[in-house]
């Protein structure tokens, strides 16, 4: 089988990053760092195998390319899909439908 090598755009990087600040600060360090290690691992893995398994986003209308999104958690993940790259374009959280 194949793999999609998995990209992470600015916008999914600040999202990211913002979302760790979140957690240093409810969570403290320790507990956010695990969990921004695990979530992108857990991103990397899932995405790099199956992304073409996760449903069209919501939002996919709002693009000019096609737009998935995969749920991590409380967390959507949007991302497209170019040949064998995968871009992950957002990180948006808390996901309300996993309170």
């Known amino acids: 089988m194949t793999g999609y090598q998995v990209e992470f755009s ?7 990053e913002s979302s760790f600040e979140w957690g240093c600060d409810n969570w403290g360090r320790e ?12 991103i990397n893995r899932l995405l790099g195998a199956f992304p073409l398994s996760q449903p069209i986003a919501p939002e996919n209308e709002e693009y000019d390319v096609e737009v998935r999104q995969m749920i ?21 959280g808390p996901y309300p439908g996993n309170g």
């Open 10 to 16: 600015e916008e999914a990087v600040a999202d990211f």
């Open 31 to 42: 507990t956010a760092a695990k969990w921004y290690v695990e979530s992108r691992d857990s």
């Open 72 to 92: 991590l958690g409380r967390y959507r993940v949007l991302f497209n899909i170019d040949a064998s790259v995968v871009t992950v374009l957002h990180i948006r």
